[in-house]
Every structure is written in structure tokens, then in C-alpha cells.
């Protein structure tokens, strides 16, 4: 591939995972939220919003690390992929979960930023996932959840400040 075609790939996608484009980004929808509310349910909504915070981080972490480490199994569905719902989150318990989300996007777009990353070469140990795919993923699912996220704040009567 090209440089300047890379390049724009690769910023292309940065900007998709960290950046929002059309749409609120992970850290505005979690931002000045007030800590009672990160556990707050809300009548005939599934999850709160800690729930689907804990949720994009372990499916995020899954995602990059089936990209670089071939021997990585990956949680049971769909158990593994949420957390306890009697469980309540502290402040150390959401600071560690916001900064792991922040850390595991840094590590893919660090896999996109390299190189030797072939965005389009199926993963040898994957069966037909590519990182352009993995990618798309990640930020596709965190958008989706994200948007979830702003709405459980909006019934709790808490807007965004941003």
C-alpha cells in the first residue's frame, strides 16, 4: 500500500476510534458523571451505565488482544462479556475501567501505526478477520454502547456537559 494512502487510512480510522466524528465520543458520555449515578438503574432498561462501561472495556480488550496475541482466548459469551450485575462500581473500580479503555484503544491504534501492520491480511490465527475489520469493530461497538450510555444519563436527568 502506498504511504500517503496508509496514512490517510490509518488517520482515518484513529480519528473513527477516538475522535466520534458524527456522534458524542466515549469520554464526553462519561464525563462529570456523578458517581451514584454510574450504578443507577433505570425501570425497563437492561443495564446502568457502569454495566455498559465494563462492557465496552472487556470487549474492547478482547478485540486487541485476538489481534496481537494469537494464543488469547477470549471470554464465554455472553457471560464473560459483563459484568456481575449485583456488583456496584467504587471510584477506583470506574477510574481503572476508564483508563483501560483509554490504554487498549492507545494499543490498536499503536498495531495501526505500525508498518508491518497489513489492515487487509486475514489474522492467521482468526478465521477470515482482518485489522481494518477489528477496527471497524471496535469503534462500531463503542458507538453503539456510547449512545447507550447518553441515553440511560438523559432518563437519569443528567445531560451532558459537553
Excluded at 38 to 65: K, M, S
Excluded at 93 to 105: E, M, V
Aim: glycine share 4%; charged share 20%.
Amino acid at each position: 500500500m502506498e504511504k500517503q494512502v496508509r496514512a490517510g487510512l490509518v488517520a482515518e480510522l484513529t480519528q473513527l476510534l477516538a475522535g466520534g466524528n458524527a456522534h458524542a465520543t466515549f469520554e464526553a458520555a462519561v464525563a462529570d458523571l456523578p458517581a451514584p449515578l454510574r450504578n443507577q438503574a433505570v425501570p425497563d432498561v437492561p443495564y446502568t451505565i457502569w454495566q455498559l462501561v465494563e462492557h465496552i472495556r472487556i470487549a474492547q480488550w478482547d478485540i486487541v488482544e485476538f489481534c496481537l496475541n494469537p494464543q488469547h482466548v477470549s471470554p464465554e459469551w455472553p457471560a464473560g462479556y459483563w459484568p456481575d450485575n449485583k456488583l456496584a462500581v467504587d471510584e477506583a473500580g470506574w477510574q481503572n475501567t476508564l483508563s483501560q479503555i483509554a490504554h487498549d484503544r492507545q494499543r490498536f491504534m499503536a498495531l495501526l501505526e505500525n508498518p508491518a501492520t497489513d489492515f487487509f491480511a486475514p489474522l492467521p490465527h482468526g478465521d477470515g478477520q482482518t485489522i481494518f475489520r477489528e477496527a471497524l469493530l471496535i469503534a462500531d461497538h463503542a458507538a453503539y454502547h456510547t449512545g447507550e450510555i447518553i441515553l440511560v444519563r438523559r432518563l437519569l436527568h443528567c445531560q451532558l456537559t459537553k
